[in-house]
């Protein structure tokens, strides 16, 4: 983190190149840290590589240091409009780019694998993509503007930003999409810190459940949240607050309340900071979200980011769509194969418009208490469209 603060003076050149902010979870810091802080021999003997880098070297008993475009445009050291390592950028970071796999766009084959010798000939190695944008293409998300959101233990909010690379927007990450079949696809992320995680949270450290079936009745159970809001800022708060300081909240709380409302509320936050996300994202009610990941099977949650977003909400009855993504790519390639199915339920709002908005002012308002309690009332600026 020190590191990383002494490099903010790049911090505009850097952004202009990656769509990425200078920040510790990216991986040019982490190297940069081991070179300096390790006792290296000779660099030239040492490679670096994301995941599937690594996985790819493996499987193919070290005859191939590669890496795709989307898991590259997450290093702080790719340029998103060339698709290639940046001299510039390595030298900013004084990474030694021999050390960098080679770049390959998402359908090319990255090598063959028996998988060490289980399978009895090599086969190839393709369709390689990082998660969300691989989420994003199993939603079917080609059209400029199709948006989705993976309900991990954070969340992904990821919409398609059209063959261009986007402008910078304050608080939202631009990324590669994909590049299949030698066009780029840009896309445009807003992260949650603490989405689904906030439920674990509930579970294993407070004890308030023990089962998901739990969860999905809370919605029977009472009829609404009667003002009690849960701000799961355990890391700080994400997009659009941007604030590290915010510490978690629970408000609202009257005598009368047990721990149903504190489920509800854990649960509802869920559905706020996506509305959030997708706020600044510049959604529209006419737009379509598309959702995968774990908790897809809650299916008041569902209804509730329908109502919360008002928008037409589907969802995949496939939830494992990371997979499902680097599937379809390679399936494309190998195969030439593009007829796509889409099997989804479909809800749709029916929340009245009042309480609607007298649910997201309440979020805002409990927002803006946990701001207040970090003593950071003064250094951001709530956005009434928020």
Same mark, same amino acid.
């Given at each position: 983190?020190?590191?990383?603060? +002494?490099? +903010? ?54 005859? +191939? ?13 790719? /340029? ?31 090598? &063959? ?15 390689? *993509? ?69 439920? /674990?949270?509930?579970?294993?450290? *407070? ?8 969860? /999905? ?25 941007? @604030? ?11 005598? /009368? ?41 809650? *299916? ?17 009855? @496939? &939830? ?25 339920? +479909? ?30 009332? @003064? ?8």
């Amino acid at each position: 983190a020190s590191m990383c603060e +002494k490099l +903010k003076i790049h911090q505009d050149l850097v952004e202009k190149l990656t769509g990425l902010k200078i920040n510790p979870y990216f991986s040019a810091p982490k190297i940069k840290w081991l070179i300096e802080n390790c006792k290296l021999d000779e660099i030239d003997n040492y490679a670096f590589g994301t995941m599937e880098s690594w996985l790819i070297y493996n499987l193919t008993n070290g005859k +191939k240091h590669v890496s795709d475009v989307t898991n590259a445009s997450r290093t702080l050291l790719m /340029n998103i409009e060339t698709l290639k390592w940046d001299e510039m950028l390595c030298s900013i970071f004084d990474i030694p780019s021999i050390i960098l796999p080679a770049i390959l766009n998402n359908d090319e084959i990255f090598g &063959y694998s028996d998988v060490n010798g289980i399978l009895d000939h090599e086969v190839p190695i393709c369709g390689v *993509i990082g998660d969300s944008q691989a989420a994003l293409y199993a939603q079917h998300c080609f059209e400029t503007g199709s948006m989705k959101v993976t309900l991990g233990t954070g969340s992904s909010v990821m919409i398609n930003a059209g063959s261009c690379k986007p402008q910078l927007t304050k608080g939202i990450v631009n990324a590669v999409g994909w590049c299949v079949e030698n066009r780029i696809i840009y896309a445009q992320e807003a992260i949650i810190n603490c989405s689904c995680d906030t439920l /674990n949270w509930l579970k294993n450290q *407070i004890g308030l459940f023990k089962k998901e079936a739990q969860l /999905n009745s809370i919605w029977d159970e009472i009829e609404n949240n009667d003002g009690v809001y849960l701000v799961p800022a355990f890391v700080g708060l994400s997009v659009p607050w941007w @604030n590290d300081q915010a510490r978690a909240s629970i408000c609202g709380l009257a005598r /009368n309340h047990d721990y149903k409302y504190i489920l509800r509320a854990g649960l509802e936050s869920i559905a706020y900071q996506i509305y959030d996300a997708a706020t600044a994202l510049g959604y529209t009610s006419n737009q379509i979200m598309n959702i995968d990941g774990g908790a897809v099977s809650n *299916i008041g949650l569902l209804q509730f980011i329908a109502d919360i977003l008002n928008v037409e909400v589907k969802v995949s009855y @496939n &939830y494992a769509l990371s997979a499902m993504g680097a599937y379809e790519i390679s399936r494309l390639k190998l195969f030439g194969q593009t007829e796509y199915y889409e099997d989804k339920k +479909k809800y749709f709002p029916t929340m009245d418009e009042k309480v609607r908005n007298a649910n997201i002012y309440g979020w805002h308002q409990a927002v803006k208490g946990v701001l207040a309690v970090a003593k950071l009332d @003064n250094e951001v600026e709530i956005n009434d469209k928020y």
